[in-house]
């Protein structure tokens, strides 16, 4: 565990005290009820040895870091191909955004961004025969965590609110890069973004990102390790939308925020750390979850670069 223990507990001190700017997401009614003084971080090493501190063990609603794991399965299924349907560009717009959809003919910029996500689910839609099912067993094995679940007021207060996610999905749709019905891609997307976890869960769950010879209880790879660093490099280019160069200039990790106020970041080869505050800046990502990565990273000298 080298001294992470350490930094961990001292970085943790000093930004608890900080004073947050940040607000919670409130567009998804569900969400504002969280506790907005929550903060939690875990870090799981290659050799699996975890260290967390403050409410690293509460369960929350990972959000868009869910869109690792949707990527992931996906590329299981497709491979390259999966290319075709989405880009791996930063958009340099924020998550939610329209804007580019046209101009790019109803291919998504990236598979991090909302209209990406929801392109990867309908792809997934075309290879699961009980999509929230089978995905839901996807997650257990990679985590070995069968207490994994969806947050069912979630993924219904989003359905009840999402109408921009509603437009994303149509104006894919009438470009043809949607093939399933809308109804259903979106249900499944809202689905996959209310899966909660705790922190601790979330740095071990992204293990199979940090280790090449990463194999489930079962037995199974989960990407191979070209496969791997390509996720990895879109998660450094695209994993925080329109902050994406922000946080690589910060922290210096390949990383994936959600609304829910969770940031996880990997570092090849050595560790897995997640971060949970709900309060997000103007970007959508967590105020004090970025500033303690930053600190983190200064401190072991564990940037990438
Ligand atoms: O679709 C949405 O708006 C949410 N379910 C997920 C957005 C999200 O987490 C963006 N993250 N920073």
Avoid at 264 to 280: G, M, N, R, T, Y
């Amino acid at each position: 565990m080298k001294n992470y223990k350490e930094v961990i507990e001292c970085v943790y001190a000093d930004v608890k005290n900080v004073t947050d700017t940040g607000k919670v997401a409130d567009y998804i009614p569900e969400l504002a009820f969280v506790d907005p003084t929550n903060f939690g971080i875990s870090i799981t090493t290659i050799d699996k040895q975890n260290f967390g501190v403050g409410d690293f063990e509460k369960k929350f609603s990972i959000q868009s870091v869910s869109k690792i794991l949707t990527l992931t399965l996906a590329y299981k299924f497709e491979d390259a191909k999966l290319w075709d349907r989405v880009d791996v560009e930063p958009s340099g717009n924020p998550f939610n955004s329209l804007l580019q959809l046209e101009a790019d003919f109803g291919k998504p910029r990236n598979p991090f961004i909302n209209a990406g996500a929801i392109v990867i689910c309908d792809v997934l839609l075309s290879h699961l025969k009980n999509p929230k099912a089978d995905f839901l067993d996807f997650c257990r094995e990679i985590s070995n965590n069968t207490s994994l679940n969806y947050n069912v007021k979630v993924a219904e207060s989003e359905k009840k609110s999402g109408f921009r996610n509603v437009a994303l999905c149509n104006f894919i749709k009438s470009f043809g890069n949607i093939k399933n019905d809308v109804e259903e891609v979106l249900d499944f997307y809202f689905y996959t973004c209310s899966l909660e976890m705790t922190c601790k869960e979330l740095s071990e769950i992204f293990l199979f990102l940090t280790d090449d010879n990463f194999i489930t209880i079962k037995g199974n790879r989960i990407l191979t390790m070209s496969q791997a660093k390509r996720v990895n490099a879109i998660m450094l280019t695209c994993g925080f939308y329109d902050e994406s160069g922000e946080f690589a200039f910060r922290v210096g990790l390949p990383g994936k925020s959600g609304v829910g106020g969770g940031i996880v970041a990997i570092h090849p080869d050595q560790f897995c750390i997640a971060v949970w505050s709900p309060k997000l800046n103007k970007k959508g990502n967590s105020f004090k979850g970025m500033l303690f990565l930053e600190k983190f990273t200064t401190k072991t000298a564990s940037s990438i670069f």
